[in-house]
């Protein structure tokens, strides 16, 4: 089945640590996103892709990176410069020329 | 630059009701915008979407509508049932003619009582 895979589900993170986030997608999307999501907040933009080796930033890039080796591969990496960064995070993913988005089923970060 | 307000954190209706959620927008109207449900801990799924010279669109109980005068979508289900209780969010692309680069509103929690 084609679809878009977070890994992991729960994540938790010591102060001062970087950890990365997985999102893989094998429905051979051009475009992939990342977005945080906090109660109250709606799903902000964090970095998005539309080519391999190619990302921009968000609304909310700072403390973050990201990759885009692959085609079906957009790892996140949350840094120790992220200064608030126990949230939920959503990865997406869209065709060319298509117009609804697919989302993994998130990855919940929490800082110890 | 492009914001999106759903104007109810929360909906509480009865079974059996039609259930109507608001998106307004400010600037320019997008190309398309777009209907997800979110249910708790889990990533949205998309539902519906309306592009800017469509009215109306429909899929079985739900209706989405754009007036893009303005600058509001509705989203209504019909015949509402406990199962449809969720977040519903609407999107749109901040930058018309580009791939994808949605921005989400905050979303309206839906509740639905036997």
């Known amino acids: 089945d084609g679809g878009i895979t977070q890994s992991p589900k729960y994540l938790f993170r010591k102060e001062g640590q970087n950890v990365t986030l997985s999102c893989e997608q094998n429905l051979n999307h051009d475009a992939m996103y990342w977005y945080r999501q906090d109660p109250g907040q709606g799903l902000r933009l964090i970095y998005y892709s539309q080519i391999v080796n190619d990302f921009q930033k968000g609304d909310i890039a700072e403390g973050y990176s990201v990759s885009r080796e692959k085609k079906e591969s957009f790892p996140l990496t949350v840094t120790s410069a992220q200064k608030n960064p126990t949230a939920f995070y959503l990865c997406?993913?869209?065709?060319?020329?298509?117009?609804?988005?697919?989302f993994g089923q998130g990855t919940r970060l929490t800082v110890v | 630059s492009q914001k999106i307000e759903q104007n109810s954190e929360a909906l509480n209706i009865q079974e059996g009701k039609t259930a109507t959620l608001t998106c307004n927008y400010t600037?320019?109207?997008?190309?398309?915008l777009q209907w997800y449900r979110q249910d708790p801990g889990r990533g949205p799924v998309f539902l519906l979407l309306?592009?800017?010279?469509?009215k109306e669109k429909r899929k079985e109980r739900l209706k989405v509508t754009f007036d893009t005068t303005l600058k509001q979508s509705l989203f209504h289900i019909t015949a509402s049932q406990p199962a449809d209780s969720a977040t519903y969010l609407c999107a749109l692309d901040m930058v018309r003619g580009s791939q994808g680069n949605l921005i989400f509103g905050k979303g309206t929690k839906l509740s639905v009582k036997p």
């Open positions: 600037n320019y109207s997008p190309a398309y």
């Open positions: 997406a993913s869209m065709g060319f020329g298509d117009t609804e988005a697919f």
């Open positions: 309306i592009r800017e010279n469509e």
